[in-house]
Structure formats: structure tokens, C-alpha cells
């Protein structure tokens, strides 16, 4: 089956860096990646929609300026929370789809800020 | 405003039995309902699909219902077990093929 692998699993920063997530398609070609972010007891929210090789879309509510993300290649997209606060700590999930639409999700990444 | 509200948050049950999970939505016209399973610390495994013209999907002992006049989705565990016990999350697909999700219903079988 098609698998999708993040990195970093977990990753603890200081308030006011910014945080890299990655997130693979490792057997597929993705041609279009999902970001969404999870807070405890709560379900999955889309922050955004990204095509390979153009911007991504972003949920209302999300800012494009401090969620950067890049999706330069059908088998990467990167993730990257700027300046970091303490209320951006959250479980971070990437999901990809090819030719036949289905999201395939990765395993997450757990962010906490310190 | 748009809803999808899962019946309870939690849900114990004995082994052995049939557990149902239901999905309940507001002001979405989705083309497709989805359930996933999620483990503590995981991302979403896909369970069953189905779609707006379909009434149940089976696989193994899993068992979805779709009423799209009631706006509603039942996710049936028979002969449940304690491996089952996860969280359990619909998620409705409207054409523009964005998944929303439901709050889920962390699930406990109990041996």
C-alpha cells in the first residue's frame, strides 16, 4: 500500500524559532499534499492544500505567512512554522494523494514550543 | 454553519460484542463518507469508504451505513474486540476532494 512517512516524529523548540516538517511519499507520486493540524481531544483541521510545483491553498484562519509551505517535488512537501509559539505546539499530520485521490496519511508530527 | 458532530466522545463495550459509532452532519452535501481509525500518537488509518448513492459497504466486520436524508453515517464493529479499541473519526469528501473531520469516538473494548 502507499506510504507517506513524516520527519521529525517529535520535535521541542524555543518560542520564536521556526520548525521544519517534512512529509514523503515514498512508493507513489503525490501530486496533491494536505497539511492538518490536531490538538488534544480535538479532530483533524485542514490548514492547507498544496499542488506540486504551485502555492498552496490555505484554510481560512490559517496564515500563509507563518505556515510556510513548499511543495517543490510529487514525492516531498515541507512544513514550516515560523517564529513558533507556545499556542502553535500541536500534532501535525500530512496526508497525499496521486491518481486515484485517496489520502494516504502519514504518522505525525508532534510539536511543542517552548 | 457546517457540523460533523460524532455521537460520543467515548464509548466502552464487552468483548465479543457489537459496537456502532455514528456520524452525524450539517450543511454538507459530501460525495463520499469516509471512517479512519486512529491510534494514541498516529495519524488516520483508512477504514471504509462509501458513497452518496450507496446505502452499506461491508469489509471483514466492519459495517458502514450512509442516509443522506438523515444526514448520517453508522460504523458498526461486530464480534468486537480488544484490539479494536482506538479512536474512531468520519470524514466527509465534498467534490473538491478536502476531507472534513468528524470528533471522533475513542472506542474501548473490554475484555
Known amino acids: 500500500g502507499a506510504v507517506v512517512s513524516q520527519h521529525p516524529s517529535w520535535v521541542i523548540c524555543k518560542s520564536g524559532t521556526s520548525v521544519k516538517i517534512e512529509c514523503r511519499s515514498l512508493?507513489?507520486?503525490?501530486?496533491?499534499m494536505f497539511w492538518y493540524r490536531q490538538f488534544p481531544k480535538q479532530s483533524l483541521m485542514l490548514m492547507a492544500t498544496s499542488n506540486e510545483g504551485s502555492k498552496a491553498t490555505y484554510e481560512q484562519g490559517v496564515e500563509k505567512d507563518k505556515f510556510l509551505i513548499n511543495h517543490a517535488s510529487l514525492t516531498l512537501s515541507t512544513l514550516t512554522v515560523t517564529s513558533a509559539h507556545p499556542e502553535d505546539s500541536s500534532f501535525y499530520i500530512c496526508?497525499?494523494?496521486?491518481?486515484?485521490?485517496?489520502?494516504?496519511f502519514g504518522p505525525g508530527t508532534r510539536l511543542t514550543v517552548l | 454553519s457546517q457540523k460533523i458532530e460524532q455521537n460520543s466522545e467515548a464509548l466502552n463495550i464487552q468483548e465479543g460484542k457489537t459496537a456502532t459509532l455514528t456520524c452525524n452532519y450539517t450543511n454538507y452535501s459530501p460525495a463520499y463518507l469516509q471512517w479512519y481509525r486512529q491510534d494514541p500518537g498516529r495519524g488516520p488509518v483508512f477504514l471504509l469508504l462509501i458513497r452518496e448513492n450507496e446505502k452499506e459497504k461491508r469489509k471483514e466486520r466492519l459495517k458502514v451505513t450512509f442516509d443522506t436524508t438523515l444526514k448520517q453515517s453508522l460504523f458498526h464493529i461486530t464480534a468486537s474486540q480488544p484490539a479494536d479499541s482506538a479512536t474512531y473519526l468520519c470524514a466527509l469528501e465534498t467534490g473538491a476532494n478536502n476531507l472534513f473531520f468528524g470528533t471522533g469516538t475513542r472506542l474501548t473494548v473490554i475484555p
Open positions: 512508493d507513489f507520486q503525490a501530486t496533491t
Open positions: 496526508s497525499a494523494s496521486g491518481i486515484t485521490n485517496e489520502q494516504f
